[in-house]
């Protein structure tokens, strides 16, 4: 057996992800680029603890996306984090080195970056972030790189953070951008959206939802009726997701 047909695994840390993006993404990209002994699977764990015996159970293990909840919990199961990572406190991609050492990563500040730039020609100079989540937290490091000040809501708000019923007609006006950084509206739950002032929002507000399923979540749904411009997260897990790739063949 040659070095190429050696079996390579990819896969998903997370919790109760059946929905997965990657899986399916990942999937029909071998299958196009016609990479017959590449695989990607969802590792669907209880308890981060577990994380130890995945390599041991999938020794043809080289790469792996994490997603909620694991992208902070995961830290300090890893041999090493990139700078970045350290930055912003969240991992949302492992590799494993020709030494078997476990190398963690961020690409979501990279796709945010890149698909809002594709959607707006102005960058937001303030923004509202829903959610203090690991998403979040590179949501915010892509934005302060931009020179954009960064607000924060929360159920549960912390010192120097806003809980939703404190969210008034000064501050919506004073923003450019919400993201929403929670998983309040994902599919099947596609009732719930994040509990802000929508009458405050109007036609200069982008409302930019992490959220991929359904494509227009019902936070999304609120902004279009009162006239916001909208971006789902689609492609920024597509620009995440390759800059996975690009990491994991590095």
Known sequence: MTKEEHPKLFGLLG??????FSRNYFSNKFKNENLTNYSY???DIKNI???GELKKKNPNLIGMNVTIPYKKAVIPFLDQISDESKTIGAVNTILW????????H???HIGFEKALKEKTNTLPKRALILGTGGASAAVQYSLEKMGCEVLFASRNPKPKQYGYDKLESDLM???????NTTPLGTFPNIEEAPPIPYELIHSKHLLFDLIYN?????F???GIKKGAETLNGYQMLVYQAEKSWELWNQ
Do not use: A, M, Q
Not at 15 to 20: G, V
Not at 98 to 104: A, D, E, L
Not at 173 to 179: D, G, K
Not at 214 to 218: K, M, Q, V
């Open 41 to 43: 699977v969802n590792f």
């Open 15 to 20: 919790k109760n992800i059946d929905y997965s």
């Open 97 to 104: 080195d020709s030494r078997g050492n476990t190398i963690g």
């Open 220 to 222: 999304l749904e609120n």
């Open 49 to 51: 603890d577990d994380f």
């Open 173 to 179: 006006n004073s923003i450019e951008l919400i993201v």
């Open 106 to 108: 961020n690409t979501d």
């Open 214 to 218: 359904p494509i227009i979540t019902r």
